[in-house]
């Protein structure tokens, strides 16, 4: 069986869950089946893998249009596939255009929805709708539809009504246990003029509205005063939220804040989670949260929204702490001091029981290990495209 694997990210152009997620997911589908990425950006190097630029007379289009071309000519590519497999909105619509083209089985993995992210409208513009269109009309005729969690499920069926809900099954992500796992050195921190003798508080993830920075920054304002601040965040989504980060970084009237922005290779951000006394994840939409898996594959203590599929990661009161939140529909907190101040309460409640956070890391890692491999990912999604072939 020849599956295409549709993505707009790809290793090493890789910045957000949908390209973790595609990188080992592609990894273990090939011990499977005879499995082909086509991916957006730069040419790889990797046998099986080839990446698409945006067409002439397309370079200076609106962003959202060029995806549309890049989207055509992957489509025209799937020639010769059994399953097409498309992973978010920037390659949605090439799974659509392949499976009329070609008559093939359209999968479709739903790492997050468009209508659930209308702060996308301050980057894309008009592009918003475009998007929204290409996400829409992709999901509505796909063969089959994969959520990341029960509770991406349950937002699918809410956002679009008109899919049949047999047709949407979950699974979810996973996380490489023997890559993510504790590394005991400490270069990494030292680069960065991190203190290992003082507590920090990490956070991982795009600067854009839906990682939660900006509430992060404001509870970090009550953080108990001994504890350092790592920011691994970068690709901001656009200018103005970057300028918004960065004046409240500098508002932090505390000592030990460290913003690392570029984009630092796994083995550092492995180190950084390691020795963290709390892994943050404030966000204020995330259907999964790979990264919340990966805190605690390094045995972190984790604190973090509940929201998504996030409590479904999270063992609250077991490894880690999860947040409440009020949230309007776009996932703006209703109050945002109340949501800041129950971040700052559970971050400080771990980093005042250093024995409650480490026994909380080590849960965390079990529960990794035991229960989110990528080998049952890729079976699982294995036997989704064999029953459709069976199906079809």
């Given at each position: 069986m020849r599956v295409d694997l549709l993505s707009r990210e790809y290793p090493p152009e890789v910045y957000g869950g949908a390209g973790v997620h595609l990188e080992y997911l592609a990894r273990e589908l090939r011990k499977l089946a005879d499995v082909r990425v086509r991916c957006f950006g730069a040419e790889r190097d990797e046998s099986g893998v080839s990446a698409y630029q945006v067409p002439g007379g397309l370079e200076s289009a609106n962003a959202a249009l060029q995806v549309l071309g890049v989207d055509l000519e992957m489509a025209a590519a799937c020639a010769g596939a059994d399953v097409v497999h498309s992973h978010t909105w920037y390659a949605n619509f090439a799974g659509h255009v392949a499976k009329m083209l070609h008559g093939i089985p359209h999968v479709v993995t739903t790492h997050s929805l468009e209508p659930l992210r209308p702060w996308k409208a301050e980057q894309l513009g008009g592009g918003y709708a475009i998007s929204s269109w290409a996400e829409h009309t992709a999901l509505a005729a796909a063969d089959a539809v994969i959520a990341v969690s029960e509770g991406m499920r349950r937002d699918v069926l809410a956002a679009y009504p008109g899919i049949d809900p047999a047709k949407v099954s979950v699974i979810h992500n996973g996380i490489d246990t023997a890559e993510y796992a504790p590394d005991d050195g400490h270069e990494v921190l030292r680069k960065h003029g991190i203190d290992p003798a003082?507590?920090?508080?990490?956070?991982?993830?795009?600067?854009?509205?839906?990682?939660?920075?900006?509430?992060?920054?404001?509870?970090?304002?009550?953080?108990?005063?001994?504890?350092?601040?790592?920011?691994?965040?970068?690709?901001?989504?656009?200018?103005?939220?970057e300028?918004?980060?960065?004046?409240?970084?500098?508002?932090?009237?505390?000592?030990?804040?460290?913003?690392?922005?570029?984009?630092?290779?796994?083995p550092q951000?492995?180190?950084l989670l390691t020795h963290a006394a709390v892994f943050v994840c404030p966000s204020v939409y995330e259907p999964m949260g790979i990264v919340n898996l990966e805190a605690m594959a390094c045995e972190t203590a984790v604190v973090a929204t509940a929201t998504g599929g996030i409590p479904e990661v999270v063992a609250d009161g077991e490894t880690g702490l999860l947040v409440p939140i009020d949230q309007a529909p776009?996932?703006?907190?209703?109050?945002?001091?109340?949501?800041?101040?129950?971040?700052?309460?559970?971050?400080?409640?771990?980093?005042?029981?250093?024995?409650?956070?480490?026994?909380?890391g080590r849960a965390g890692r079990v529960r990794a290990v035991e229960h989110f491999s990528w080998e049952r990912v890729a079976r699982r999604t294995a036997d989704l495209y064999a029953s459709l072939r069976?199906?079809?």
């Open positions: 003082r507590p920090y508080v990490i956070f991982v993830g795009r600067i854009t509205r839906q990682k939660g920075l900006v509430h992060l920054l404001h509870a970090a304002r009550s953080f108990a005063p001994d504890a350092q601040l790592v920011l691994c965040a970068g690709a901001p989504d656009t200018p103005e939220i300028a918004e980060v960065a004046g409240l970084v500098r508002g932090l009237d505390r000592e030990g804040v460290f913003w690392i922005s570029e984009m630092l290779p796994k951000i492995i180190q776009d996932g703006t907190p209703h109050d945002p001091g109340r949501f800041a101040a129950d971040l700052a309460e559970r971050v400080n409640a771990l980093l005042g029981d250093p024995a409650r956070a480490a026994a909380m069976e199906t079809g």
